[in-house]
């Protein structure tokens, strides 16, 4: 049994989505698109910097309906930008060319927050295409929702959940460090942050809406921010270097009120020397509290993408969220099929 | 919205199921059962000393198909049996009576392990009377299974999985410590062992067999195992001395194999001022620990088993596992709809 699957954007995590699928015995890497015209015509071996060529050359997204049916693709693991109005037309395409859509756009895990019409829009398409269309990640898609929910199944009430994040931004690619900001001045901060230029994480809505919906609560209100952390001495990274006073990282966050009180908190702290782990605490029936040693970003990304195939084969089409799928895993095998 | 629900079974886990199903405002106890001639005819209120008078009186099991229907029951909670074989008959009588099942018998939780056979033919009749069945608990349900599939959902590669749950036996109720063996010493432990009225945990192959199957996983073969712990020390808890020399906690495990090596190994250790925690740990890509500060056993049981009603509206019937509905999670309201 092997799946054939495309990838669609080759960015930092589209290229670890691609380099991970061609090591997937059961998946057939059949197709790769990309804007970028110093991409497009090359044997994705060159861009992987793999030893081998993989007769999968980097195609233009225009070319994408007419590659994706002539190919038979199922699925279309998709990594481009994190708007869903950005990334709209593109989910369209694949959809249309009867694809599965399985993307990282941070907003597309749970589109209903910041865009119901798109959403809508999709969810309607989908069922009528005979696809599924899904949003995940890390980070929307797991850590801050998907793994918070699971942790709350063993209590029988609930009246407060928070989980932090925290990262060595030291310990990240370059356009990660650059998006943080690192280094900058506070005005300079403040100004590219105003304009939309330094984006650091989103998805703190997306992340706390999810979770209440799967929770069954109708929250009154949502608040999220970021603010910068200061260094106090100075340091510096493989790309950047951070002088005293300047960004070392920032403090982002998202809380989710219940009856005037926060109910869902969640905390993102990633900043240059900073521990990494993850926690999750849960003020219930039992209270719970667990806390890992870290995970590592890009990589568990491309892995939520990937480890969803074998999931959408259970469930009807549309527009889903991961609260809608079977238990997500990973998987080793597809052809073992299951009871 | 309100949902009628039942109680099947009132011991330890049955009462605290019902305690907590009457505490939720969306649910509707309408119906308990118990064979105890002692129980039958009370209010609930009386067994679970509740100050007010539910006006739900116990019933023996033969009255169950009759007042499941007459009450229009549409949940049946059940805690009664550890093994399939003996419970099997209850199961039917529910799906006969057109009601859902989820219950706690622990080789219910994934029944294709140690009965095939009884397992298809409760998928066929649940599909018949179009019901659906699960099993779920802390443990097989959640700890040694549903928890570390989702945690691997951000891993590409899994080269082994290791979960510990430790726990504090003097924490726990007395039938759990005389099932365990407590105080005994290491001779009548072994002969009690021997013809089964010490059943400790049982649910390390199920577990196992259930974690492999969610990651599509042919695993080469399981074992499992349990041996006591012995006191160096003597010591008491509320029910029961133990003296040194004497068992004072058990060790169980399972170990699933791949290709020769273990893939998938679980250790419960359940002893007297042990340290509660769990761990699961990955090796994988990323690698991933992850470690609690414990999870109260019996609530979690009953928590598992209610929360999963909201999830089975969202599948169809038949006999599934933890591994075949939408992410389980708590619920806060069940009126409020998703997207």
Request: charged share 20%; net charge neutral; glycine share 10%.
């Amino acid at each position: 049994m092997s799946l054939r699957v495309a990838v669609y954007g080759l960015g930092p995590i589209g290229q670890l989505i691609a380099r991970e699928v061609l090591k997937k015995k059961d998946l057939n890497l059949v197709a790769a698109f990309d804007v970028d015209q110093k991409k497009i015509g090359k044997d994705l071996a060159e861009l992987l910097m793999l030893n081998d060529k993989t007769g999968v050359h980097v195609s233009s997204p225009s070319e994408l309906g007419m590659m994706l049916k002539s190919n038979g693709v199922k699925v279309v693991l998709h990594s481009t930008l994190t708007y869903l109005d950005h990334v709209y037309p593109q989910i369209v395409k694949c959809i249309k060319a009867g694809a599965n859509v399985i993307s990282t756009s941070e907003t597309l895990s749970n589109p209903y927050y910041r865009y119901p019409e798109l959403a809508e829009l999709i969810h309607e398409m989908a069922k009528k295409y005979c696809v599924t269309v899904i949003g995940t990640g890390v980070n929307p898609g797991f850590i801050f929702d998907t793994l918070p929910a699971l942790l709350t199944a063993v209590c029988t009430e609930v009246h407060s959940i928070h989980v932090t994040r925290s990262l060595d931004a030291a310990k990240r690619r370059e356009s990660f460090q650059r998006k943080y900001g690192l280094g900058l001045g506070l005005d300079k901060f403040k100004a590219k942050m105003e304009i939309g230029e330094l984006t650091a994480h989103v998805g703190y809505g997306e992340s706390i809406s999810l979770l209440a919906d799967t929770l069954h609560v109708k929250l009154d209100k949502i608040v999220e921010g970021q603010e910068p952390l200061i260094a106090g001495s100075s340091t510096k990274t493989q790309y950047v270097t951070i002088s005293i006073g300047t960004v070392s990282g920032i403090h982002g966050y998202g809380i989710g009120f219940l009856d005037g009180k926060e109910f869902i908190k969640i905390d993102l702290f990633a900043e240059v020397d900073r521990e990494e782990f993850e926690e999750v605490v849960v003020d219930g029936n039992p209270p719970l509290k667990w806390r890992s040693t870290g995970t590592a970003g890009d990589i568990a990304t491309a892995a939520m993408a990937i480890n969803l195939i074998p999931k959408l084969s259970k469930v009807g089409p549309g527009l889903l969220r991961m609260c809608d799928i079977p238990l997500p895993s990973t998987f080793l095998n597809l052809g073992v099929n299951q009871v």
